[in-house]
Protein backbone atom coordinates (compact mmCIF):
# COMPACT_ATOMS: atom_id res chain seq x y z
CA UNK A 1 0.00 0.00 0.00
CA UNK A 2 1.36 3.70 -0.39
CA UNK A 3 0.61 4.88 2.55
CA UNK A 4 -1.00 8.33 3.68
CA UNK A 5 -1.45 9.62 6.55
CA UNK A 6 -5.28 10.62 6.23
CA UNK A 7 -8.61 8.21 6.51
CA UNK A 8 -10.57 10.68 3.96
CA UNK A 9 -8.23 10.07 0.97
CA UNK A 10 -9.69 8.59 -2.62
CA UNK A 11 -9.18 5.01 -2.65
CA UNK A 12 -7.81 3.12 -4.87
CA UNK A 13 -6.78 0.21 -6.37
CA UNK A 14 -3.67 -0.70 -8.80
CA UNK A 15 -3.96 -3.84 -10.75
CA UNK A 16 -0.92 -5.10 -12.79
CA UNK A 17 -1.25 -6.37 -16.30
CA UNK A 18 0.99 -8.65 -18.96
CA UNK A 19 3.68 -6.57 -20.89
CA UNK A 20 3.61 -3.15 -18.96
CA UNK A 21 5.84 -1.66 -20.43
CA UNK A 22 4.94 1.85 -17.89
CA UNK A 23 6.31 -1.32 -15.23
CA UNK A 24 9.11 -1.34 -17.16
CA UNK A 25 12.52 -0.15 -16.57
CA UNK A 26 15.74 0.21 -18.63
CA UNK A 27 18.54 -1.98 -17.74
CA UNK A 28 20.43 -2.09 -14.49
CA UNK A 29 24.14 -0.68 -15.80
CA UNK A 30 27.49 -1.09 -13.53
CA UNK A 31 28.42 2.27 -13.14
CA UNK A 32 31.80 3.72 -13.77
CA UNK A 33 32.29 4.48 -10.11
CA UNK A 34 31.93 0.34 -9.17
CA UNK A 35 34.32 -0.21 -12.10
CA UNK A 36 36.84 2.43 -11.19
CA UNK A 37 36.60 0.90 -7.15
CA UNK A 38 36.69 -2.52 -8.79
CA UNK A 39 39.40 -1.77 -11.48
CA UNK A 40 37.20 -2.76 -14.56
CA UNK A 41 37.39 -0.93 -17.86
CA UNK A 42 35.33 1.90 -17.92
CA UNK A 43 31.89 2.32 -19.90
CA UNK A 44 32.93 4.56 -23.03
CA UNK A 45 30.83 7.02 -24.82
CA UNK A 46 30.62 6.31 -28.65
CA UNK A 47 33.71 8.41 -29.90
CA UNK A 48 35.67 6.41 -26.96
CA UNK A 49 36.12 9.12 -24.21
CA UNK A 50 34.86 8.27 -20.94
CA UNK A 51 31.24 8.61 -20.26
CA UNK A 52 30.54 11.77 -18.69
CA UNK A 53 28.52 11.02 -16.18
CA UNK A 54 26.75 7.66 -14.86
CA UNK A 55 23.25 7.04 -14.68
CA UNK A 56 21.54 7.44 -11.14
CA UNK A 57 18.88 4.92 -10.51
CA UNK A 58 16.46 5.50 -7.48
CA UNK A 59 17.97 3.07 -4.66
CA UNK A 60 17.64 3.27 -1.00
CA UNK A 61 19.81 4.35 1.74
CA UNK A 62 20.95 1.40 4.19
CA UNK A 63 22.70 3.94 6.90
CA UNK A 64 21.91 7.99 7.08
CA UNK A 65 24.66 10.08 5.37
CA UNK A 66 25.16 13.73 6.11
CA UNK A 67 25.86 15.50 2.67
CA UNK A 68 26.63 19.29 1.67
CA UNK A 69 25.24 20.91 -1.02
CA UNK A 70 26.58 23.88 -3.28
CA UNK A 71 24.68 26.62 -2.87
CA UNK A 72 23.10 28.22 -6.03
CA UNK A 73 23.57 24.89 -8.02
CA UNK A 74 19.62 23.88 -8.15
CA UNK A 75 19.77 26.16 -10.94
CA UNK A 76 21.89 28.55 -13.09
CA UNK A 77 20.30 31.98 -12.33
CA UNK A 78 19.98 31.25 -8.48
CA UNK A 79 23.20 33.61 -7.45
CA UNK A 80 21.71 36.48 -9.85
CA UNK A 81 18.51 36.45 -6.99
CA UNK A 82 21.22 36.27 -4.02
CA UNK A 83 20.54 39.24 -2.33
CA UNK A 84 16.85 36.89 -1.88
CA UNK A 85 18.34 34.19 0.38
CA UNK A 86 19.32 33.55 3.19
CA UNK A 87 22.73 32.19 4.44
CA UNK A 88 24.18 29.00 4.06
CA UNK A 89 24.64 26.36 6.74
CA UNK A 90 28.18 26.70 6.35
CA UNK A 91 31.13 26.17 3.71
CA UNK A 92 33.57 23.73 2.83
CA UNK A 93 37.11 24.77 2.77
CA UNK A 94 39.76 23.48 0.18
CA UNK A 95 40.41 20.98 2.68
CA UNK A 96 37.40 19.01 2.31
CA UNK A 97 36.28 20.26 6.15
CA UNK A 98 32.69 21.81 7.15
CA UNK A 99 33.09 24.90 8.91
CA UNK A 100 30.44 27.31 10.10
CA UNK A 101 32.28 30.28 8.51
CA UNK A 102 34.31 31.13 6.15
CA UNK A 103 37.91 30.91 6.29
CA UNK A 104 38.58 32.03 2.56
CA UNK A 105 37.25 33.69 -0.71
CA UNK A 106 37.71 30.10 -1.98
CA UNK A 107 35.38 28.26 0.61
CA UNK A 108 32.19 26.95 -0.58
CA UNK A 109 28.70 28.11 0.85
CA UNK A 110 26.99 24.90 1.06
CA UNK A 111 24.03 23.76 2.43
CA UNK A 112 24.06 20.45 5.25
CA UNK A 113 21.50 18.33 4.28
CA UNK A 114 21.00 14.52 6.70
CA UNK A 115 19.47 11.65 4.53
CA UNK A 116 17.83 8.87 5.84
CA UNK A 117 16.54 5.92 4.66
CA UNK A 118 13.27 6.49 5.86
CA UNK A 119 13.46 9.50 2.99
CA UNK A 120 12.63 7.12 0.59
CA UNK A 121 14.33 6.09 -2.51
CA UNK A 122 17.43 8.48 -4.23
CA UNK A 123 19.11 8.48 -7.42
CA UNK A 124 22.43 7.25 -6.91
CA UNK A 125 25.00 5.25 -9.34
CA UNK A 126 24.19 1.63 -9.40
CA UNK A 127 27.47 -0.12 -7.77
CA UNK A 128 26.42 -3.85 -8.57
CA UNK A 129 28.49 -6.55 -10.54
CA UNK A 130 28.04 -10.14 -11.61
CA UNK A 131 29.10 -12.79 -9.32
CA UNK A 132 31.75 -13.77 -11.41
CA UNK A 133 33.38 -9.74 -10.92
CA UNK A 134 32.08 -8.59 -14.81
CA UNK A 135 29.87 -5.31 -15.01
CA UNK A 136 25.93 -5.50 -15.98
CA UNK A 137 25.91 -4.59 -19.63
CA UNK A 138 22.05 -5.34 -20.12
CA UNK A 139 19.42 -7.45 -18.06
CA UNK A 140 21.51 -11.10 -19.54
CA UNK A 141 24.72 -12.00 -17.64
CA UNK A 142 25.65 -12.35 -21.09
CA UNK A 143 23.66 -11.62 -24.55
CA UNK A 144 20.94 -13.91 -25.37
CA UNK A 145 21.51 -16.31 -21.69
CA UNK A 146 18.65 -18.53 -20.64
CA UNK A 147 16.04 -17.16 -18.34
CA UNK A 148 17.98 -18.45 -15.03
CA UNK A 149 20.77 -16.19 -16.60
CA UNK A 150 18.97 -13.15 -16.67
CA UNK A 151 17.70 -10.21 -14.69
CA UNK A 152 13.85 -8.47 -15.45
CA UNK A 153 13.38 -4.68 -15.90
CA UNK A 154 9.82 -5.41 -15.35
CA UNK A 155 8.47 -4.71 -11.66
CA UNK A 156 6.08 -7.58 -10.44
CA UNK A 157 3.35 -5.05 -9.36
CA UNK A 158 2.68 -1.45 -9.45
CA UNK A 159 4.19 -0.58 -5.89
CA UNK A 160 7.96 0.14 -6.88
CA UNK A 161 6.50 2.66 -9.87
CA UNK A 162 4.20 4.55 -7.90
CA UNK A 163 6.87 4.66 -4.83
CA UNK A 164 9.12 6.13 -7.58
CA UNK A 165 6.15 8.37 -9.16
CA UNK A 166 5.29 9.73 -5.53
CA UNK A 167 9.11 10.41 -4.50
CA UNK A 168 10.80 11.86 -7.59
CA UNK A 169 8.30 13.58 -10.05
CA UNK A 170 7.45 16.96 -9.55
CA UNK A 171 3.89 18.68 -10.30
CA UNK A 172 3.96 22.11 -12.01
CA UNK A 173 3.80 23.67 -8.46
CA UNK A 174 7.44 22.34 -8.09
CA UNK A 175 5.86 20.18 -5.41
CA UNK A 176 6.75 16.16 -5.19
CA UNK A 177 3.76 13.39 -3.58
CA UNK A 178 1.78 13.91 -6.38
CA UNK A 179 -0.06 10.60 -5.47
CA UNK A 180 -0.34 10.36 -1.53
CA UNK A 181 -1.47 13.79 -1.85
CA UNK A 182 -4.64 12.65 -3.23
CA UNK A 183 -5.10 8.85 -2.79
CA UNK A 184 -4.24 5.51 -1.04
CA UNK A 185 -3.58 2.55 -3.39
CA UNK A 186 -3.48 -0.94 -2.67
CA UNK A 187 -1.24 -3.25 -5.58
CA UNK A 188 -2.74 -6.20 -6.98
CA UNK A 189 -1.55 -8.53 -9.75
CA UNK A 190 -3.19 -10.58 -12.86
CA UNK A 191 -0.60 -12.02 -14.95
CA UNK A 192 1.70 -8.78 -14.10
CA UNK A 193 4.98 -8.05 -16.47
CA UNK A 194 7.34 -9.57 -13.35
CA UNK A 195 7.32 -12.36 -11.16
CA UNK A 196 9.17 -13.84 -8.13
CA UNK A 197 10.91 -16.36 -10.10
CA UNK A 198 12.79 -18.16 -6.66
CA UNK A 199 9.28 -17.78 -4.91
CA UNK A 200 7.16 -14.52 -3.86
CA UNK A 201 9.49 -12.82 -0.69
CA UNK A 202 7.80 -13.13 3.08
CA UNK A 203 7.50 -9.53 3.20
CA UNK A 204 5.31 -9.22 0.05
CA UNK A 205 3.02 -12.16 0.74
CA UNK A 206 -0.71 -11.46 1.73
CA UNK A 207 -1.08 -15.43 3.38
CA UNK A 208 -0.02 -14.64 6.74
CA UNK A 209 2.98 -16.86 6.38
CA UNK A 210 0.36 -20.35 6.14
CA UNK A 211 2.19 -22.51 3.18
CA UNK A 212 4.56 -21.60 0.73
CA UNK A 213 4.47 -19.37 -2.33
CA UNK A 214 5.56 -21.25 -5.36
CA UNK A 215 7.95 -19.82 -7.94
CA UNK A 216 6.60 -18.29 -10.49
CA UNK A 217 6.50 -19.05 -13.90
CA UNK A 218 7.80 -17.05 -17.30
CA UNK A 219 4.86 -17.13 -19.41
CA UNK A 220 2.19 -18.71 -16.74
CA UNK A 221 2.04 -16.26 -13.98
CA UNK A 222 4.37 -13.40 -15.08
CA UNK A 223 4.08 -11.79 -18.70
CA UNK A 224 7.74 -9.59 -20.04
CA UNK A 225 8.66 -8.48 -23.34
CA UNK A 226 12.41 -8.56 -22.68
CA UNK A 227 14.95 -9.42 -22.88
CA UNK A 228 13.23 -10.04 -26.50
CA UNK A 229 14.71 -13.81 -26.37
CA UNK A 230 12.33 -14.33 -23.47
CA UNK A 231 9.38 -12.27 -24.39
CA UNK A 232 6.09 -13.94 -23.20
CA UNK A 233 2.56 -13.25 -24.32
CA UNK A 234 -0.76 -14.10 -22.68
CA UNK A 235 -2.78 -16.46 -23.96
CA UNK A 236 -6.61 -17.03 -24.20
CA UNK A 237 -7.61 -18.03 -20.57
CA UNK A 238 -5.39 -15.17 -19.10
CA UNK A 239 -8.01 -13.10 -20.06
CA UNK A 240 -10.41 -15.19 -17.44
CA UNK A 241 -8.02 -15.05 -14.92
CA UNK A 242 -7.68 -11.06 -15.58
CA UNK A 243 -11.69 -10.67 -15.63
CA UNK A 244 -12.08 -12.37 -12.30
CA UNK A 245 -8.98 -10.60 -10.96
CA UNK A 246 -10.43 -6.98 -11.63
CA UNK A 247 -14.16 -8.41 -10.93
CA UNK A 248 -13.17 -9.18 -7.24
CA UNK A 249 -11.24 -6.31 -6.67
CA UNK A 250 -14.21 -3.94 -8.07
CA UNK A 251 -16.75 -6.07 -6.23
CA UNK A 252 -14.40 -6.00 -2.87
CA UNK A 253 -16.08 -2.49 -1.72
CA UNK A 254 -13.36 -1.45 -0.51
CA UNK A 255 -12.01 1.53 -3.40
CA UNK A 256 -13.21 4.22 -5.15
CA UNK A 257 -11.71 3.19 -7.96
CA UNK A 258 -9.38 1.23 -10.16
CA UNK A 259 -6.03 1.94 -12.52
CA UNK A 260 -5.36 -1.05 -15.00
CA UNK A 261 -1.73 -0.88 -16.38
CA UNK A 262 -1.01 -3.08 -19.46
CA UNK A 263 1.34 -3.02 -22.61
CA UNK A 264 0.74 -0.33 -24.62
CA UNK A 265 -0.44 -2.04 -28.33
CA UNK A 266 -3.01 -4.28 -25.96
CA UNK A 267 -4.54 -1.90 -22.89
CA UNK A 268 -7.26 -1.11 -25.83
CA UNK A 269 -8.26 -3.93 -26.00
CA UNK A 270 -8.19 -4.77 -22.41
CA UNK A 271 -9.93 -2.02 -21.38
CA UNK A 272 -12.77 -2.39 -23.79
CA UNK A 273 -13.75 -5.94 -22.47
CA UNK A 274 -13.37 -4.67 -18.79
CA UNK A 275 -15.96 -2.25 -20.12
CA UNK A 276 -18.43 -5.04 -21.20
CA UNK A 277 -17.53 -7.60 -18.93
CA UNK A 278 -16.93 -5.75 -15.47
CA UNK A 279 -20.12 -5.33 -13.78
CA UNK A 280 -19.91 -2.06 -11.68
CA UNK A 281 -20.25 1.42 -11.16
CA UNK A 282 -16.92 2.45 -10.73
CA UNK A 283 -14.97 4.31 -12.72
CA UNK A 284 -11.76 2.32 -14.34
CA UNK A 285 -8.50 3.47 -16.10
CA UNK A 286 -6.23 2.22 -18.09
CA UNK A 287 -3.21 3.62 -18.44
CA UNK A 288 0.26 2.39 -20.69
CA UNK A 289 3.51 3.99 -21.34
CA UNK A 290 5.24 3.98 -24.87
CA UNK A 291 8.84 4.45 -22.40
CA UNK A 292 9.60 2.24 -19.80
CA UNK A 293 9.73 4.39 -16.20
CA UNK A 294 13.29 6.06 -15.95
CA UNK A 295 13.93 6.55 -19.85
CA UNK A 296 14.59 10.14 -20.73
CA UNK A 297 10.55 11.62 -21.41
CA UNK A 298 9.13 8.80 -19.61
CA UNK A 299 5.71 9.09 -20.57
CA UNK A 300 4.05 6.93 -17.65
CA UNK A 301 4.59 9.01 -14.64
CA UNK A 302 1.86 11.71 -15.74
CA UNK A 303 -0.57 9.15 -16.99
CA UNK A 304 -0.76 7.29 -13.50
CA UNK A 305 -1.05 10.74 -12.21
CA UNK A 306 -3.77 11.71 -14.24
CA UNK A 307 -5.51 8.70 -13.50
CA UNK A 308 -5.45 8.89 -9.65
CA UNK A 309 -6.37 12.54 -10.18
CA UNK A 310 -9.31 11.60 -12.45
CA UNK A 311 -10.52 9.37 -9.91
CA UNK A 312 -10.31 11.39 -6.86
CA UNK A 313 -12.19 14.44 -8.97
CA UNK A 314 -15.12 12.38 -9.40
CA UNK A 315 -15.86 14.33 -12.77
CA UNK A 316 -17.03 10.90 -13.68
CA UNK A 317 -19.60 10.64 -11.63
CA UNK A 318 -23.57 10.86 -12.52
CA UNK A 319 -25.86 12.73 -9.71
CA UNK A 320 -26.11 9.03 -8.40
CA UNK A 321 -22.37 8.50 -8.04
CA UNK A 322 -22.26 5.81 -10.56
CA UNK A 323 -19.50 6.25 -13.59
CA UNK A 324 -21.26 7.79 -16.68
CA UNK A 325 -17.80 8.26 -18.27
CA UNK A 326 -17.50 4.06 -19.24
CA UNK A 327 -14.22 2.45 -19.15
CA UNK A 328 -11.19 4.68 -19.95
CA UNK A 329 -7.73 5.13 -21.29
CA UNK A 330 -5.80 8.22 -19.97
CA UNK A 331 -2.90 8.84 -22.34
CA UNK A 332 -1.32 11.87 -22.42
CA UNK A 333 -3.43 13.90 -20.87
CA UNK A 334 -6.68 12.97 -22.53
CA UNK A 335 -9.40 10.73 -21.67
CA UNK A 336 -10.29 8.33 -24.21
CA UNK A 337 -13.43 5.86 -24.49
CA UNK A 338 -12.31 2.54 -24.04
CA UNK A 339 -14.56 1.51 -26.89
CA UNK A 340 -12.86 3.85 -29.66
CA UNK A 341 -9.57 3.86 -28.38
CA UNK A 342 -6.50 2.93 -30.54
CA UNK A 343 -2.60 2.69 -30.16
CA UNK A 344 -1.54 4.35 -33.58
CA UNK A 345 2.67 5.13 -33.21
CA UNK A 346 4.75 3.76 -30.75
CA UNK A 347 5.49 7.56 -29.26
CA UNK A 348 3.80 9.72 -26.38
CA UNK A 349 0.96 11.10 -28.18
CA UNK A 350 0.46 7.80 -30.06
CA UNK A 351 -3.17 7.00 -29.12
CA UNK A 352 -6.11 8.13 -31.40
CA UNK A 353 -10.38 8.11 -30.99
CA UNK A 354 -10.88 5.92 -33.63
CA UNK A 355 -14.62 5.63 -35.21
CA UNK A 356 -15.60 8.97 -36.26
CA UNK A 357 -17.97 10.09 -33.89
CA UNK A 358 -15.93 11.14 -30.76
CA UNK A 359 -14.37 8.85 -28.42
CA UNK A 360 -12.20 11.62 -26.57
CA UNK A 361 -14.26 12.36 -23.06
CA UNK A 362 -12.06 15.33 -22.09
CA UNK A 363 -8.79 16.35 -21.09
CA UNK A 364 -6.00 17.16 -18.10
CA UNK A 365 -5.07 21.29 -18.87
CA UNK A 366 -1.59 21.38 -18.20
CA UNK A 367 -2.31 22.65 -14.95
CA UNK A 368 -3.63 19.82 -14.04
CA UNK A 369 -8.02 20.74 -14.48
CA UNK A 370 -9.85 18.41 -15.54
CA UNK A 371 -12.93 18.61 -17.97
CA UNK A 372 -14.84 16.57 -19.55
CA UNK A 373 -16.11 17.27 -23.36
CA UNK A 374 -18.30 13.81 -24.40
CA UNK A 375 -19.81 11.27 -23.14
CA UNK A 376 -20.31 7.85 -24.42
CA UNK A 377 -23.83 6.81 -25.65
CA UNK A 378 -23.11 3.16 -25.36
CA UNK A 379 -23.91 0.59 -22.53
CA UNK A 380 -21.22 -0.26 -20.27
CA UNK A 381 -20.12 -1.80 -16.89
CA UNK A 382 -23.11 -1.99 -14.94
CA UNK A 383 -25.20 -1.25 -18.27
CA UNK A 384 -23.52 -4.16 -20.20
CA UNK A 385 -25.97 -6.34 -21.56
CA UNK A 386 -22.74 -9.10 -21.19
CA UNK A 387 -21.32 -7.98 -18.46
CA UNK A 388 -20.48 -11.14 -16.04
CA UNK A 389 -22.84 -10.96 -13.87
CA UNK A 390 -25.60 -10.93 -16.58
CA UNK A 391 -23.92 -13.74 -18.42
CA UNK A 392 -25.09 -17.54 -18.25
CA UNK A 393 -24.00 -20.68 -16.07
CA UNK A 394 -23.89 -22.91 -19.17
CA UNK A 395 -24.18 -22.16 -22.72
CA UNK A 396 -24.04 -24.48 -26.06
CA UNK A 397 -20.76 -24.26 -28.09
CA UNK A 398 -21.54 -25.99 -31.53
CA UNK A 399 -19.51 -29.48 -32.49
CA UNK A 400 -18.82 -31.57 -35.46
CA UNK A 401 -19.15 -35.43 -33.75
CA UNK A 402 -17.29 -37.97 -34.96
CA UNK A 403 -19.69 -39.45 -37.60
CA UNK A 404 -19.88 -35.70 -39.41
CA UNK A 405 -22.67 -34.28 -37.99
CA UNK A 406 -23.11 -31.12 -36.04
CA UNK A 407 -24.19 -30.44 -33.07
CA UNK A 408 -24.84 -28.52 -29.61
CA UNK A 409 -22.53 -29.33 -26.62
CA UNK A 410 -23.11 -27.43 -23.05
CA UNK A 411 -20.06 -25.68 -22.37
CA UNK A 412 -19.40 -23.83 -18.38
CA UNK A 413 -19.65 -20.09 -18.86
CA UNK A 414 -18.92 -19.26 -14.63
CA UNK A 415 -18.03 -21.56 -11.65
CA UNK A 416 -20.18 -22.03 -8.56
CA UNK A 417 -18.39 -18.80 -7.40
CA UNK A 418 -19.39 -16.71 -10.52
CA UNK A 419 -16.32 -16.74 -11.82
CA UNK A 420 -15.61 -16.99 -15.34
CA UNK A 421 -13.62 -20.24 -16.62
CA UNK A 422 -10.48 -20.50 -18.37
CA UNK A 423 -12.15 -22.25 -20.89
CA UNK A 424 -14.85 -20.48 -21.87
CA UNK A 425 -13.17 -17.59 -23.79
CA UNK A 426 -14.07 -18.09 -27.07
CA UNK A 427 -11.80 -18.79 -29.63
CA UNK A 428 -12.31 -15.57 -32.35
CA UNK A 429 -10.54 -15.09 -35.82
CA UNK A 430 -10.08 -12.12 -37.32
CA UNK A 431 -9.82 -12.66 -41.31
CA UNK A 432 -9.09 -10.14 -43.21
CA UNK A 433 -10.43 -9.69 -47.17
CA UNK A 434 -8.56 -7.65 -49.01
CA UNK A 435 -8.41 -6.74 -53.37
CA UNK A 436 -7.26 -9.29 -55.87
CA UNK A 437 -7.77 -12.11 -52.85
CA UNK A 438 -9.42 -15.15 -54.99
CA UNK A 439 -7.14 -17.22 -56.49
CA UNK A 440 -8.39 -17.95 -59.57
CA UNK A 441 -10.73 -16.90 -62.26
CA UNK A 442 -14.65 -18.28 -60.88
CA UNK A 443 -14.27 -17.56 -57.22
CA UNK A 444 -14.38 -21.20 -56.18
CA UNK A 445 -14.39 -21.68 -52.37
CA UNK A 446 -12.92 -24.95 -52.60
CA UNK A 447 -9.95 -23.47 -53.36
CA UNK A 448 -9.84 -21.24 -50.00
CA UNK A 449 -7.98 -24.29 -48.37
CA UNK A 450 -6.73 -21.63 -45.30
CA UNK A 451 -10.43 -20.62 -44.63
CA UNK A 452 -12.13 -24.10 -44.73
CA UNK A 453 -9.25 -25.41 -42.50
CA UNK A 454 -10.39 -22.91 -39.84
CA UNK A 455 -13.58 -23.88 -40.12
CA UNK A 456 -13.54 -27.39 -39.55
CA UNK A 457 -10.60 -26.51 -36.89
CA UNK A 458 -13.61 -24.50 -34.73
CA UNK A 459 -16.13 -27.21 -35.25
CA UNK A 460 -13.95 -29.45 -33.86
CA UNK A 461 -13.00 -27.63 -30.80
CA UNK A 462 -16.06 -28.39 -28.91
CA UNK A 463 -15.43 -24.92 -27.81
CA UNK A 464 -17.07 -21.27 -28.18
CA UNK A 465 -15.60 -19.66 -31.66
CA UNK A 466 -16.32 -16.77 -34.30
CA UNK A 467 -15.26 -15.11 -36.88
CA UNK A 468 -14.59 -11.54 -37.74
CA UNK A 469 -14.35 -11.01 -40.90
CA UNK A 470 -12.46 -7.40 -42.03
CA UNK A 471 -13.94 -6.19 -45.97
CA UNK A 472 -14.22 -3.03 -47.41
CA UNK A 473 -14.25 -0.13 -45.54
CA UNK A 474 -17.36 0.50 -44.23
CA UNK A 475 -19.05 -1.33 -45.61
CA UNK A 476 -17.78 -4.81 -44.21
CA UNK A 477 -18.41 -6.44 -47.14
CA UNK A 478 -15.63 -9.35 -48.65
CA UNK A 479 -14.08 -8.27 -51.68
CA UNK A 480 -13.88 -12.39 -52.66
CA UNK A 481 -17.41 -13.88 -53.03
CA UNK A 482 -15.46 -17.50 -52.72
CA UNK A 483 -14.56 -16.63 -48.59
CA UNK A 484 -17.68 -14.64 -48.42
CA UNK A 485 -19.31 -17.85 -49.59
CA UNK A 486 -17.44 -19.79 -47.01
CA UNK A 487 -18.31 -17.48 -43.85
CA UNK A 488 -21.82 -18.27 -44.68
CA UNK A 489 -21.39 -21.93 -44.68
CA UNK A 490 -19.79 -21.17 -41.22
CA UNK A 491 -22.79 -19.14 -40.07
CA UNK A 492 -24.64 -21.73 -41.27
CA UNK A 493 -22.48 -24.36 -39.06
CA UNK A 494 -23.39 -22.92 -36.05
CA UNK A 495 -20.56 -20.34 -36.03
CA UNK A 496 -21.05 -16.80 -35.73
CA UNK A 497 -19.28 -14.07 -38.27
CA UNK A 498 -19.19 -10.41 -37.76
CA UNK A 499 -18.26 -8.02 -40.16
CA UNK A 500 -16.29 -4.90 -40.08
CA UNK A 501 -14.50 -2.33 -42.24
CA UNK A 502 -11.35 -2.15 -43.04
CA UNK A 503 -8.83 -0.29 -40.64
CA UNK A 504 -10.41 2.35 -38.96
CA UNK A 505 -13.50 2.79 -40.56
CA UNK A 506 -15.86 6.16 -39.73
CA UNK A 507 -18.72 4.69 -41.33
CA UNK A 508 -21.01 1.93 -40.19
CA UNK A 509 -20.59 -1.85 -41.45
CA UNK A 510 -23.96 -2.89 -43.40
CA UNK A 511 -26.30 -5.29 -42.18
CA UNK A 512 -26.88 -8.81 -43.42
CA UNK A 513 -29.41 -11.32 -42.52
CA UNK A 514 -26.55 -14.34 -41.64
CA UNK A 515 -23.89 -12.10 -40.49
CA UNK A 516 -23.67 -9.53 -37.25
CA UNK A 517 -22.77 -5.73 -38.46
CA UNK A 518 -20.21 -4.47 -35.85
CA UNK A 519 -21.03 -0.47 -36.53
CA UNK A 520 -17.91 1.43 -36.37
CA UNK A 521 -15.76 -0.94 -34.68
CA UNK A 522 -12.35 -1.87 -35.34
CA UNK A 523 -11.80 -5.63 -36.12
CA UNK A 524 -9.94 -5.67 -32.69
CA UNK A 525 -12.44 -4.37 -31.06
CA UNK A 526 -15.00 -6.16 -32.49
CA UNK A 527 -13.83 -9.87 -31.61
CA UNK A 528 -13.96 -8.82 -28.31
CA UNK A 529 -17.40 -7.87 -28.41
CA UNK A 530 -18.02 -11.33 -30.54
CA UNK A 531 -16.35 -12.88 -27.28
CA UNK A 532 -18.70 -11.63 -24.89
CA UNK A 533 -21.85 -12.51 -26.95
CA UNK A 534 -20.62 -15.96 -27.45
CA UNK A 535 -20.88 -16.37 -23.60
CA UNK A 536 -24.02 -14.63 -23.30
CA UNK A 537 -26.03 -16.41 -25.97
CA UNK A 538 -23.81 -19.68 -27.34
CA UNK A 539 -23.22 -20.72 -31.23
CA UNK A 540 -25.83 -20.30 -33.43
CA UNK A 541 -28.00 -23.66 -34.12
CA UNK A 542 -26.38 -25.20 -36.79
CA UNK A 543 -28.09 -26.55 -40.06
CA UNK A 544 -28.29 -30.47 -40.41
CA UNK A 545 -26.73 -29.35 -44.01
CA UNK A 546 -25.01 -26.43 -43.85
CA UNK A 547 -25.24 -26.56 -47.42
CA UNK A 548 -28.88 -26.64 -48.34
CA UNK A 549 -30.33 -25.79 -44.71
CA UNK A 550 -34.53 -25.31 -44.38
CA UNK A 551 -36.14 -22.61 -43.94
CA UNK A 552 -36.81 -23.67 -40.13
CA UNK A 553 -33.07 -23.80 -39.88
CA UNK A 554 -32.77 -20.12 -41.77
CA UNK A 555 -35.56 -18.46 -39.41
CA UNK A 556 -33.83 -19.99 -36.38
CA UNK A 557 -30.35 -18.75 -37.42
CA UNK A 558 -31.77 -15.24 -38.13
CA UNK A 559 -32.89 -14.67 -34.96
CA UNK A 560 -29.82 -15.56 -33.18
CA UNK A 561 -28.21 -12.92 -35.20
CA UNK A 562 -30.85 -10.61 -34.63
CA UNK A 563 -29.91 -11.48 -30.84
CA UNK A 564 -26.47 -10.55 -31.45
CA UNK A 565 -26.81 -7.75 -33.30
CA UNK A 566 -28.98 -5.50 -30.61
CA UNK A 567 -26.04 -5.85 -28.68
CA UNK A 568 -23.56 -5.14 -31.06
CA UNK A 569 -26.10 -1.89 -31.98
CA UNK A 570 -25.61 -1.12 -28.66
CA UNK A 571 -22.34 -1.80 -26.82
Request: charged share 20%; with cysteine.
Amino acid sequence: MLETDRLDKTRIAHVSGPTATIQNTPPLVTSNKAREVRGLPLRLNADGSTATFDALRPQRLAAPARVYVEQFSAHPLESDAADLYGAPDGYIGSDGVFRADRQSDADKAVYEVQLRPEDGLYPLPYMAVQADGRPWEEECATPGAPSANARQGFFPDGSRSFEEIDRLSIGPDGLGNLISSLATVDFFRAGAPGGYTKGMPAARRTDEGVGGISPEIRGRDFFPYKPIHLASQGPRPLLATITNALHDVASSGHYDGIIWTQGSPMVEETAYWFNLLIDTTLPICGNAAQRPQGQISNDGPKNIVDSVQYIASRIWADDAGRNKCATVVIQEQQIFAAREVAKVDARPGGYAALGGHGGILGQVTHLGALILTYLPAYKHTYLSDVNINRLPTTTQAVVRRPDGTLDLTEVTIKDAEGKLAADAIPVVSIAKDGAYSTLEFGDDPSLEADLKASIEHKLGMGRLTGFVVEGLSPYGHGASSARHTLMLQATLSGIPVCKVGRGAPEGFADPHPLQIAASNLTATKARLLLMACLMKFGSFPPAVDPLCPTEQEMTAIRAKVAQYQAVFHTH
